[in-house]
């Protein structure tokens, strides 16, 4: 292998780490009451989700260690919000805790799987498409009240938080409902890896 793809590599697994430690500051930021820092915070998780795939395909693939650590830390990083908007009865978009369980029961599900399958189990189409969904959809619901699209105090931004909140709650059963299928198509006995 040539040195770029090499370099390449070790920044997606830097990415893939940096994500997973960014899911403490996270919920902190959650129970501080710091929403803009929360949100900016899992706005950096997405965007290193992205940048470590593109990083990956670069190299002509990724390292058999991120593939198999890069889907435990999205779930560590979206696992955070997801907690914290089941736990907040006060909040204009609470998620119901049972949709929560389901979710992150999913994705300890499918984790599992993963630990098993040879080369860690590459996500899926449908996986990919729940977890973009998921991102969009926490960062729609965790837009702070008083923000304005320029992302700063504006007339009206209560009346913009609560459409997004809105279209975040909306958004969020999609993921679910592409979470469930996804699982499904990673653990159809044809799929399960050989037994070790």
């Given at each position: 292998m040539s040195r770029p793809p090499s370099r390449l590599r070790r920044l997606a697994d830097g990415l893939t780490a940096a994500r997973a430690?960014?899911?403490?500051?996270?919920?902190?930021?959650?129970?501080?009451?710091?929403?803009?820092?929360?949100?900016?915070?899992?706005?950096?998780?997405?965007?290193?989700?992205?940048?470590?795939?593109?990083?990956?395909?670069?190299?002509?693939?990724?390292?058999?260690?991120?593939?198999?650590?890069?889907?435990?830390?999205?779930?560590?990083?979206?696992?955070?919000?997801?907690?914290?908007?089941?736990?907040?009865?006060?909040?204009?978009?609470?998620?119901?805790?049972?949709?929560?369980?389901?979710?992150?029961?999913?994705?300890?599900?499918?984790?599992?799987w993963r630990s098993g399958a040879s080369g860690g189990g590459p996500a899926s189409l449908g996986g990919k498409a729940k977890t973009v969904l998921q991102f969009g959809s926490l960062l729609l619901l965790l837009w702070p009240e008083g923000w304005g699209l320029g992302l700063g105090r504006a007339a009206g931004a209560g009346e913009l938080a609560a459409g997004l909140h809105q279209l975040g709650w909306w958004l969020f059963w999609p993921s679910l409902l592409l979470a469930l299928s996804s699982a499904w198509g990673y653990l159809r006995p044809n799929t399960r890896p050989p037994a070790a």
């Open positions: 430690v960014l899911g403490l500051p996270l919920i902190l930021a959650l129970g501080a009451g710091q929403l803009p820092l929360a949100w900016w915070l899992l706005l950096l998780g997405g965007l290193s989700d992205w940048a470590d795939g593109w990083c990956a395909r670069r190299a002509g693939g990724g390292s058999e260690w991120g593939a198999r650590i890069d889907p435990l830390t999205d779930k560590i990083l979206v696992a955070a919000p997801l907690l914290w908007l089941g736990a907040q009865p006060a909040w204009p978009q609470q998620l119901p805790l049972w949709a929560v369980w389901l979710l992150l029961a999913r994705e300890l599900l499918i984790s599992g």
